[in-house]
């Protein structure tokens, strides 16, 4: 599967590999990931990377790594998903301990977000945020992304669906 690279200004979008597999064991091994599945062991953060890079294969889409062009430091996970369990496609962000505050979610969601509009032709998109992760609410909210619905998923409980608007409003 060929994944595009995608870059901002301050990042590049890419592909996960074997690579991320330590970054993303400490995202899953810290108390940031307490909205999105974790703690995981190694293994367990082994086969969310696995997950993910199959993701494209099964998909035709799935998220890209967040580098931060000017250090190449691993900054996180964006972009869409669309496992059987979610009600339509969503568009989702993870940042590593230390990128917070950047702005790094908002800047990385976004030109995902237009990617999935231009290469993938969608409509629109969701994102799933737990109802205790003002955080990711507010980057929601940056994104244009209103409270739609609520919804019960089957491994995270109770989460807030936030469309995000379409093609047209699109930067």
């Not at 899953?28 to 999105?36: L, P």
Request: net charge negative; proline share 6%; aromatic share 10%.
């Amino acid at each position: 599967m060929d994944i595009p690279v995608i870059e901002t200004e301050r990042l590049r979008l890419r592909g996960l590999g074997p690579d991320d597999v330590g970054a993303v064991a400490a995202f899953y091994a810290s108390d940031r990931a307490k909205y999105v599945g974790g703690p995981k062991t190694l293994d367990a953060s082994w086969r969310a990377v696995a997950t993910e890079i199959g993701h494209w294969t099964l998909k035709g889409f799935g998220r890209f790594a967040i580098e931060e062009k000017a250090t190449g430091a691993f900054v996180g996970v964006t972009g869409p998903w669309e496992p059987p369990s979610f009600p339509e496609p969503e568009l989702g962000w993870d940042l590593m301990e230390g990128f917070e505050g950047k702005g790094y979610a908002t800047e990385a969601a976004a030109a995902a977000r237009d990617w999935c509009y231009r290469a993938l032709g969608l409509a629109t998109l969701i994102s799933a945020v737990n109802p205790l992760n003002a955080a990711s609410a507010r980057v929601a909210e940056r994104l244009g992304a209103a409270h739609e619905s609520d919804f019960e998923h089957e491994l995270f409980g109770l989460v807030q669906i936030w469309r995000h608007p379409g093609p047209e409003a699109s930067s």
